[in-house]
């Protein structure tokens, strides 16, 4: 079965602070993407990639930058981190044929 | 506005029964349909897929896909504590060269009370 892990799980910084979270999938799928949950917002899409060296903006990129520097690798750096960032992060993968995404078990950060 | 809608927003019901989930689609662009569940401190996972239009089962789980109306359903028979989940719909377009993005609906939170 498809294995995508985060890390780290939990994540406190202080506003204006660097945050790195990082993604890595052994599927060997091409598509990559991070998401953020937050209640009455459902999932929503921050950026994503085609492949190595590949990054797309989504729907909510302010704030936020993305680095695909191989397959099997996705981070989300959050460069001056801001309380509105507060939230649950999800990365997944996907081949990009069937639509399914395979996602992790979500990192929870807090900016104070 | 939501592209994709999901209702109700919350559902409770009994061991045993049946959960009925909606979810419409305001784009008639968007015509595959998935549904994801989940679990509390999960990420989401993937529950089945349906492109056609009709009834489409999987053990106790069944959606229905009406395309004039945009109009897909998750229906859980027998349904079990473990079922208990936020459900999510998501949408995309077919044949377009950016296919692999998802649009979500908001999700619907389901108990099933013992």
């Known amino acids: 079965e498809a294995a995508v892990t985060q890390s780290p799980r939990n994540k406190v910084a202080v506003t204006g602070g660097k945050v790195t979270l990082s993604c890595n999938q052994t599927?060997?799928?091409?598509?990559m993407y991070w998401y953020r949950q937050d209640t009455g917002h459902g999932l929503r899409l921050i950026h994503y990639?085609?492949?190595?060296?590949?990054?797309e903006k989504g729907d909510i990129p302010d704030g936020y930058k993305a680095s695909r520097p191989s397959q099997e690798n996705f981070s989300l750096i959050l460069e001056l981190a801001t309380p509105s960032q507060t939230s649950v992060y999800f990365c997944a993968s996907g081949d990009g044929f069937s639509y399914e995404q395979y996602f992790g078990p979500g990192t929870r950060l807090t900016v104070l | 506005q939501q592209k994709v809608q999901q209702s109700p927003e919350s559902l409770s019901v009994p061991e045993g029964g049946m959960a009925s989930l909606n979810c419409t689609s305001s784009d008639r662009n968007f015509q595959y349909f998935w549904w994801y569940r989940q679990h509390s401190g999960e990420g989401p996972k993937a529950l089945m897929s349906i492109f056609s239009d009709g009834d489409k089962k999987e053990g106790r789980f069944t959606a229905h896909l009406n395309k004039a109306s945009l109009h897909v359903s998750l229906h859980i028979r027998d349904s079990q504590p473990s079922d208990s989940a936020l459900y999510f719909c998501a949408a995309s377009e077919p044949n377009v060269g950016d296919n692999s993005k998802l649009i979500w609906g908001l999700g619907t939170s389901l108990v099933v009370n013992p």
């Open positions: 990639s085609y492949g190595a060296g590949s990054t």
């Open positions: 599927n060997n799928h091409n598509n």
